[in-house]
């Protein structure tokens, strides 16, 4: 079983930026594929981004070239840089894990709890 904890989630005016961080354990960091999804009250998650043990990283067109995810294998934490923010990004943001890149874009294993991300215009 793999347990995440996310945290950094908070309010930030449009043109801002927050971090978001998660926090893995349960499994070895290093046989996961971690990322980060969305989602608003009525709709579906959607995949936001993910990036494998060895750094190869995915995003969803609406936050590339604005959010970053990176991952520090000696703390086993996933990180979400956001910059350049828009009201249209607000959201829970989930972290999310599983051994398989396949899988990880679809369906992970593995949730944390959520953080709400608020973007004010």
């Known amino acids: 079983q793999v347990q995440l904890v996310e945290s950094g989630g908070g309010l930030e005016q449009a043109g801002g930026s927050l971090r978001l961080s998660c926090a893995a354990s349960?499994?070895?960091?290093?046989?996961?594929?971690m990322g980060w999804f969305r989602q608003v009250p009525g709709k579906e998650r959607e995949f936001v981004a993910a990036i494998t043990w060895s750094g190869v990283t995915y995003s969803a067109d609406s936050v590339k070239g604005r959010f970053t995810i990176s991952r520090d294998s000696a703390k086993n934490t996933v990180y979400l840089q956001m910059n350049s923010l828009k009201p249209e990004d607000t959201a829970v943001y989930y972290c999310?894990?599983?051994?398989?890149?396949?899988?990880?874009?679809?369906?992970?294993?593995?949730w944390g709890q959520g953080t709400q991300v608020t973007v004010s215009s």
């Open positions: 999310a894990a599983d051994p398989a890149v396949v899988t990880m874009r679809v369906r992970p294993a593995y």
């Open positions: 349960g499994r070895p960091f290093s046989s996961l594929v």
